[in-house]
Structure formats: structure tokens, C-alpha cells
């Protein structure tokens, strides 16, 4: 099954960081996610999406934190496994129907950039690995952005970007988020509230530094 190792970088809230990722995007999804009620570990959600050219694809999705905790010779903790998804393609009728139970609702856009492929690393069929990144802008029923975040996805045990970071990421990150930090689950930022006062705590911080 795949496993999924990816980096996320929390953006300040610039309307011309949107156009910046827009213009290097080769695509665009507007993307509606909903979630169900799962264990401490499990992340079960649907996804509709409507690219540029107007498809829509629909997805029912399972995250499954894998990882334990283990002492290293030096009797210290540390996490080792892997976080495991799943994605099936999924009708309009069977999204509808896992919708309504959805329990946490999100709406973002997301704009695709920067694929490049590395000639040392591959994927889980065998090919090159292609490393994509994806900006993800959260907004209200309004439309209004209240939450933005970069991410990677990067080859097992790997550690950071096969490539360069793109300037404009680099310049406008707010926070680099450690791994397994679940405060930052699109699930937990659906809710807008807690999204806001998170921004709050991260921008104040720099402000500190």
C-alpha cells in the first residue's frame, strides 16, 4: 500500500502568495473534503474535486497511522512505521450519500506546481519518483482564505525536498510543521475558529523572533 511521507509549510495570509502559486501551477482543483468520525490513528474521509479542464473526480479516502514508538540505543523515543493511504474513485451518488454523514467540512483551492522527476528514487510501481507540490488555500463560505499550507510528498525514509523549495514558499513560510503534528490535519482545520486562533499563535510567535 502507499505510504505517505510528505512535508507541510504553513504560508502567511497574502492574497499575492494565490496569484504567485496560480501562475506556476499547471493545474487547479477546487476541492471539497468531508469527515467522518474515526479512531485516534485512522483519518476516513471523501473528496470531490473539479479541475481546469471542469472533470470532476469523487474519492472515498483512508489514512492509517502506522507508526509506534520505540527505544533507540540511546534509550530515547522515537517514532518509527509509516502512514498508509488509500484512495478508491468513487460515483456521484455513493459521494452524496457519504457526504451528509461527513461530521467536519472543508473547502480549499489547490493549485499544483513544480513537477520534477528525480533519477535516484522511485515510486511504489517502480517508476521515477515525481515530486509535485501542492498549495492549498482554505476558505470560508465567502471565499474569504483564512488558512494556507504547502505540501510535498517525498519518498519513504526521506527527510526533505528532492529539489529546491520554491522561492516563493521559502520566502512567505510562517511555520515548518514537524512530522506527525496533528495539529495541522486538514480535519482539525475545517473548523475555522481553531484554524484562526492557530494562525494567531504562529504569526505572534515570528513576530517574537
Do not use: C
Amino acid at each position: 500500500m502507499p505510504t505517505e511521507n510528505e512535508l507541510k509549510f504553513v504560508l502567511k495570509l497574502d492574497d499575492s502568495i494565490q496569484y504567485q502559486a496560480m501562475e506556476a501551477a499547471y493545474d487547479t482543483l477546487k476541492i471539497e473534503q468531508g469527515y467522518f468520525n474515526a479512531g485516534k490513528d485512522l483519518t476516513v474521509r471523501v473528496r470531490q474535486q473539479l479541475n481546469r479542464e471542469g472533470i470532476i473526480r469523487r474519492f472515498l479516502q483512508v489514512k492509517f497511522n502506522a507508526a509506534r514508538s520505540t527505544l533507540n540505543d540511546d534509550m530515547k523515543i522515537v517514532e518509527d512505521g509509516r502512514r498508509i493511504e488509500v484512495s478508491a474513485d468513487i460515483n456521484e451518488r455513493d459521494f452524496e450519500d457519504f457526504w451528509k454523514k461527513t461530521k467536519a467540512r472543508v473547502t480549499k483551492t489547490r493549485y499544483l506546481i513544480q513537477t520534477k522527476t528525480h533519477d535516484l528514487h522511485k515510486d511504489e510501481e517502480g517508476n521515477l519518483w515525481t515530486e509535485r507540490w501542492d498549495i492549498d488555500f482554505m476558505k470560508t463560505g465567502d471565499n474569504q482564505i483564512y488558512f494556507s499550507v504547502a505540501e510535498v510528498e517525498i519518498p519513504e525514509r526521506v527527510k526533505e525536498p528532492l529539489f529546491d523549495i520554491p522561492g516563493f514558499i521559502q520566502e512567505n513560510t510562517l511555520f515548518r510543521v514537524p512530522r506527525r503534528d496533528s495539529r495541522f490535519s486538514n480535519s482539525r482545520l475545517a473548523d475555522v475558529g481553531y484554524a484562526t486562533k492557530l494562525y494567531k499563535l504562529l504569526f505572534s510567535k515570528e513576530k517574537e523572533e
